[in-house]
């Protein structure tokens, strides 16, 4: 109370000490922000991230639940199935959802993960080494109170007898200070192992999720290959023209090349193969990609996977081509085709 009221005087750590201390501070302060920030991460939903919390007190595992990723691949599969597999949306809502599935179960993989090689080693020390380092603070701090105590009392000290008594005292509490300090800083030192602990903790966690984002990335990457040119039929259902769709379909074809030359046929190609056809009186083999069902009697109806004449009249919109089977004619759509050599 008087060193607070300013009436009394203070013995000062030495200036290794106070630096250890500081960084000992600071390391518990960064270390928590980035734990907190991680499961954040790894859960963003704080209601599950309580529920787990509660789970671990209890010392009882949580009950398994599908996670987001899971949930939708469910959900698609699902649809899918629902809407028939032998359909382009159907089949393609399949395929999207085992991805989804897939890419669920490598998520799961990496919160496993890090929890094991990153936030339970920095959990451990601020639950363990900092709560070790904070009850040997408390106690060099009292012993430094006891020590500054027995010095004002040797001041205060007249007769020779209560000087000398003071002054013994002062030598004992002294001593423990001393000793309490040297503890205290042995634990402090440790500090820097810390960091180099934590260190390759955070190499492992960099490596989980270069792992988990290779992981996705090939996930997707296989897709994009099952799915073919799905998305410019799916914007060719739209009824938007076919330089709307090269167009909105550019960018991501783009950013795919730019990561990995996939063995894909390129929209440009499908695209300059069909204008060669139309600029021509001639007729071309087409595969059909996708079940296709006539919405009128001007139209083909198609099945996946069979081989039919196609070519162009003058004046026909620019998204269709004229379709022959035997017999057979009508118009089919181009984005269903795929024109082979």
């Not at 209601?47 to 919390?53: G, L, M």
């Not at 423990?176 to 492992?204: K, M, P, V, W, Y």
Request: proline letters at 3%.
């Amino acid at each position: 109370t008087e060193e607070k009221l300013g009436q009394a005087e203070k013995t000062e750590l030495d200036a290794h000490l106070e630096n250890l201390l500081s960084k000992a501070e600071c390391t518990k302060l960064w270390t928590e922000k980035i734990m907190k920030q991680t499961e954040v991460l790894l859960q963003p939903n704080p209601n599950a991230r309580i529920e787990e919390f509660v789970y671990e007190k209890l010392d009882r595992k949580a009950p398994s639940r599908m996670n987001n990723p899971e949930l939708l691949g469910q959900y698609m599969i699902d649809a899918g199935n629902e809407f028939g597999p032998g359909t382009a949306y159907g089949n393609a809502l399949i395929k999207c959802g085992e991805t989804q599935k897939r890419i669920g179960t490598a998520d799961r993989e990496l919160i496993q993960t890090s929890a094991i090689n990153f936030l339970t080693p920095l959990r451990n020390f601020i639950e363990g080494d900092y709560k070790t380092i904070t009850k040997e603070r408390k106690l060099l701090q009292n012993k430094r109170l006891d020590l500054d105590a027995a010095k004002t009392r040797l001041k205060k000290a007249k007769v020779a007898e209560a000087r000398a008594a003071s002054e013994q005292e002062v030598r004992i509490t002294q001593s423990e200070f001393d000793r309490q300090a040297e503890i205290t800083r042995l634990l402090l030192e440790g500090i820097s192992s810390t960091h180099a602990h934590h260190l390759r903790c955070l190499n492992d966690f960099v490596e989980a999720q270069m792992t988990y984002y290779a992981q996705c990335y090939q996930y997707m990457l296989d897709l994009q290959k099952q799915l073919g040119s799905f998305p410019s039929t799916f914007l060719s259902n739209n009824n938007q023209s076919s330089s709307t769709s090269v167009q909105s379909v550019s960018t991501p074809s783009v950013l795919a090349s730019a990561s990995a030359s996939l063995p894909s046929v390129s929209n440009s190609i499908v695209t300059s193969g069909i204008s060669e056809l139309k600029s021509s009186s001639g007729n071309r083999k087409a595969r059909v990609l996708y079940d296709y069902d006539a919405a009128n009697s001007s139209e083909l109806s198609l099945l996946a996977d069979e081989v039919i004449t196609v070519y162009s009249i003058p004046g026909m919109d620019s998204d269709w081509l004229m379709g022959e089977r035997g017999n057979q004619k009508g118009k089919v759509p181009i984005t269903y085709l795929e024109l082979l050599n």
